[in-house]
């Protein structure tokens, strides 16, 4: 069968992730995690002390880093300069320094060309925000997964209790604040490409919206 480049966009806790590894699983296909990549970026330049607005700091920051997404037995890994930081990018403080780096166009601009070299082989789910939009508009099926904010918020908040001590009303409170990040900034925000498959997820399990997607990929 040829092979397909697919997109998954989507706010926070629309349940990208599961859909999209489980997605890859049944065509085979690699599943990439951009939003892994901008994390990195976040926890570097928090260890070295970057102000998130600074673009000169930012740049210099980009033209130095080795970011790599890696295969772990149990799902996607990132490593930076050779350490695994796979665990430390998932912090709530990472979380929302992510959402504010992301919204630098030199930050964009350096992890444009990494994810459009990891899309150069297709056979690939690329899950993030601006997949079908900016990074691959010539992809050949685009899903938008969304849900309503309460949902997003519960399904975020099982998913971190046992890692993080952040309650329910906090986790709605941050991921508000990064909704409205993501899809306000000026350089590729948050928004269905106008040829996306839109998919309200709120009353569907995880196997309905893959069944869904696969349906429509054989429509193709
Ligand atoms: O998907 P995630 O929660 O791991 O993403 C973290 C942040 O990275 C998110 O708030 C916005 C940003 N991001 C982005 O701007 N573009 C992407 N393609 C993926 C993520």
Sequence with gaps: MKKL?????????????????????????????????????????????????NDHDLKMLCSGLDLNLVQHADGLGLCLDGEDISDRIRTPEITMLASAISAQ???????????????????????????????????????????????????????????????LDEVERDIQRRDRNDSTRDVAPLKPATDAIVIDSTEMKVDEVVDYMVSQIENQ
């Design 5 to 53: 480049l697919i997109t998954i966009d989507g706010p926070a806790g629309a349940g990208k992730t599961t859909v999209s590894r489980a997605l890859a699983d049944r065509l085979g296909y690699r599943y990439i995690d951009t939003g892994a990549l901008y994390r990195g970026v976040a926890l570097a330049a928090q260890v070295r002390g970057i102000d998130p607005k």
């Design 105 to 167: 166009p030199v930050v964009r601009e350096f992890l444009l060309d990494l994810q459009k070299d990891l899309g150069k082989e297709k056979a690939a789910v690329f899950e993030g925000r601006d997949m079908g939009t900016v990074v691959f508009p010539e992809a050949d099926v685009k899903f938008f997964l969304d849900a309503s904010p309460g949902t997003r918020a519960r399904r975020r908040y099982a998913e971190q209790k046992s890692k993080s001590s952040q309650t």
